[in-house]
């Protein structure tokens, strides 16, 4: 699929993409921390993937003891920073905050987590003692939060851990897929290497493990194998036209932003297809990038996309328009996009469909599909044994991150079909004490 062309500079680049979670000073988290009731079976802890000890960790920072609260907090969660910047927190811990409940302000969970953590990483701390080597040897495919976290876990046990990344960078979607007013490329590849520092594992960049021959290789190499691959490019939408010039896929086109953040003069008037976060975040970045005008448009109603409130309204603020109930059917343009032609929707007794004569014209020189990513299952049905489900996720026990190959484990996104940054930390610890509850009984 062809990449926009004719790019520029933009200018002003960290203005543009300010901060949504800025870091707080020491008055700021000393005060926003002195808010906390540090409730007992506290809700928002209840409410974390990863069960972070969040009262606990708040009134470490209110203590001044900020080392203290970096490791409660990585002791429990190993990407503690990244998800202290890009998790849903209005949906999660802050919005489990018993202060909603009083239409008070919740606490600002996120951004304390991000002032401990990010104090840690700046000053170098070393919270965990790593054991001798254990005599065996796990590989995790993938430097993506999932990956990461079980490496982490791993070498806590005394494994050598060697993950090998296809791309020339980790964190996978952290880095490439998030938008880059969550978090910069700085704070995500500086949490990994603070990680890679404190725990010891290796790292093997541009090394994309998918054939047979390669899997096998490491099955001859390794005692047990982690599968952390996520997900891959942008779904096709099955639409004529859509191989036309400037109609891409939504995470090809966060990445090119995240990673080269651009001024696209020919692409003024941008179409963004789909509801999801995905999509919020192509749609606000078209327009803080200086587009002219950026259309949303969801083939249902607002109130059934799958994105968070909060998402839209960012968006919105941004200056997105929503266009809802409406359907793309056609790509136009000869070579290059020129608009896209819809058909209006609705839902009849529960029925959902197109409405006959309804179609018109929207014009515009870009069109961002945000309608999902493709599960990686050309790679996966090269590992024998190992089972997917109808929609292509991984099939694993929940409890230990197993597959239905007994060598392999996995966790992220290519298990639970695209979640939070969080989630895959979970499933990425869950699956390294798993693969250790497994090897320790071999031993």
Do not use: W
């Amino acid at each position: 699929m062809a990449e926009p062309n004719n790019l520029q500079p933009m200018p002003d680049i960290e203005q543009i993409f300010a901060q949504l979670k800025p870091l707080m000073n020491n008055s700021q988290a000393y005060y926003e921390s002195s808010r906390c009731l540090f409730c007992y079976n506290a809700p928002c802890m209840l409410a974390c993937p990863t069960n972070i000890d969040i009262p606990l960790f708040i009134r470490q920072i209110n203590n001044g003891n900020l080392s203290g609260a970096a490791k409660t907090i990585y002791s429990a969660n190993y990407l503690g920073n990244t998800c202290g910047k890009v998790c849903p927190t209005e949906i999660l811990c802050e919005g489990a905050c018993v202060f909603t409940k009083m239409n008070i302000r919740a606490i600002d969970i996120g951004r304390l987590q991000n002032f401990a953590t990010n104090n840690a990483i700046l000053a170098h701390l070393k919270f965990f003692d790593i054991p001798e080597f254990n005599g065996k040897s796990v590989a995790v495919i993938g430097a993506g939060p999932a990956g990461i976290s079980c490496a982490c876990q791993l070498r806590l046990e005394g494994y050598q851990v060697d993950i090998y990344e296809a791309r020339n960078n980790p964190s996978g979607l952290a880095l490439h897929g998030v938008a880059p007013y969550k978090i910069t490329n700085q704070e995500a590849l500086m949490e990994v290497e603070f990680l890679r520092a404190q725990f010891g594992f290796n790292v093997f960049y541009n090394k994309r493990i998918a054939d047979k021959d390669e899997f096998k290789g490491l099955e001859n190499k390794y005692d047990a194998i982690f599968l952390g691959i996520g997900l891959g490019n942008s779904g096709k939408i099955k639409i004529k036209g859509e191989e036309k010039q400037n109609c891409i896929g939504a995470t090809e086109f966060i990445e090119q932003i995240k990673n080269n953040p651009v001024l696209q003069p020919s692409a003024k008037k941008i179409v963004v297809l789909g509801g999801g976060n995905t999509a919020m975040d192509a749609a606000s970045e078209s327009a803080r990038l200086g587009a002219r005008q950026v259309i949303l448009a969801y083939r249902r109603s607002q109130s059934e996309m799958k994105a968070y409130y909060f998402e839209f309204d960012l968006a919105k603020i941004s200056g997105v328009i929503g266009m809802f109930n409406v359907a793309p059917i056609e790509v136009l343009g000869e070579n290059c996009v020129t608009g896209v032609k819809f058909i209006r929707t609705e839902t009849v007794n529960g029925k959902f469909g197109n409405i006959p004569g309804s179609e018109f014209t929207v014009d515009c020189d870009l069109v961002i599909k945000a309608t999902g990513q493709l599960k990686q299952t050309s790679m996966i049905v090269n590992i024998p044994g190992l089972d997917m489900d109808e929609s292509g996720r991984i099939i694993v026990d929940h409890a230990t991150g197993r597959t239905t190959n007994p060598r392999y484990f996995a966790g992220g996104d290519a298990v639970n079909g695209g979640a939070e940054v969080v989630n895959a930390v979970a499933e990425g610890k869950i699956a390294g004490k798993g693969i250790h509850g497994l090897l320790s009984k071999l031993s």
